[in-house]
């Protein structure tokens, strides 16, 4: 059982940075695929970001494509999202996802569908304020 904890979140002003981690214990990190989803107050869930077992292949949602940048460490067991030039549209609970049994199509196309994802966090709640 893979348990993920996200940390790094807090209210800030636009423009400005944040670093998101999700800290993962009790599997083998290397070999998970992992996704960064956010939900904005009374909307849906939504994908941001994704990146593959290795950290050699990334994906980003339209919407942040370019200020955010997903990555990990798997010596840590960690992985990160790093967000610039945030505006008060990213104002969401940010939650980490993993998965160790990625389907055929994850590097196509389905990297961004919840029900590609196993392992959940709790969330880290990012305010951005203007």
């Known amino acids: 059982q893979v348990l993920l904890v996200e940390s790094g979140g807090g209210s800030v002003q636009t423009g400005d940075s944040l670093r998101l981690s999700c800290a993962a214990t009790g599997g083998a990190f290397n070999g998970l695929n992992l996704a960064w989803f956010r939900r904005a107050p009374g909307k849906e869930r939504e994908f941001a970001s994704a990146i593959s077992w290795s950290g050699g292949t990334t994906y980003y949602a339209d919407s942040v494509k370019g200020r955010f940048t997903i990555s990990r460490d798997n010596a840590k067991n960690t992985a990160y999202l790093q967000m610039n030039s945030l505006k008060p549209e990213d104002t969401a609970v940010y939650s980490c996802?993993?998965?160790?049994?990625?389907?055929?199509?994850?590097?196509?196309?389905?990297?961004?569908?919840?029900?590609?994802?196993?392992?959940w966090g709790q969330g880290t709640q990012v305010t951005v304020s203007s």
């Open positions: 996802a993993a998965t160790s049994q990625p389907s055929r199509t994850w590097y196509s196309h389905s990297w961004s569908f919840e029900e590609e994802y196993t392992y």
